[in-house]
Nanobody, 127 residues
Framework: QVQLVESGGGLVQAGGSLRLSCAPS????????MGWFRQAPGKERELVAA????????YYADYVKGRFAIPRDNDKNTVYLQLNSLKPEDTAVYYC????????????????????WGPGTQVTVYS
């Protein structure tokens, strides 16, 4: 089992920045990919960014390229989501997710591939 808890959400003005954190615990040696998803009211959960646990290959949704980043701190065993140039449409609950099965990077956007989820953290961007 892998446990995930997100932190760092909050209220921020448009154009501002936030950094979300996710520190997996438990059987982390089985983790293959970690991802950040978000879900706005009335919308489906969508992938924001993902990182291969071993090797660090990253993947970003088109709508966040150049604005968000998914760095990892190996010493702290923590994955971050750096949110820059935030827009009101970025308002959502952001979830950290982990998968312990190997699958193609073309499927990183599929929430069903991830079997561990954090409770989520709210990000609200006001104009």
């Amino acid at each position: 089992q892998v446990q995930l808890v997100e932190s760092g959400g909050g209220l921020v003005q448009a154009g501002g920045s936030l950094r979300l954190s996710c520190a997996p615990s438990g059987r982390t040696f089985n983790v293959y990919v970690m991802g950040w998803f978000r879900q706005a009211p009335g919308k489906e959960r969508e992938l924001v960014a993902a990182i291969r646990w071993s090797g660090g290959m990253t993947y970003y949704a088109d709508y966040v390229k150049g604005r968000f980043a998914i760095p990892r701190d190996n010493d702290k065993n923590t994955v971050y989501l750096q949110l820059n140039s935030l827009k009101p449409e970025d308002t959502a609950v952001y979830y950290c997710a982990a998968a312990d099965q190997i699958f193609y990077s073309s499927s990183y956007y599929l929430a069903t591939k991830y079997n561990y989820w954090g409770p989520g953290t709210q990000v609200t961007v006001y104009s």
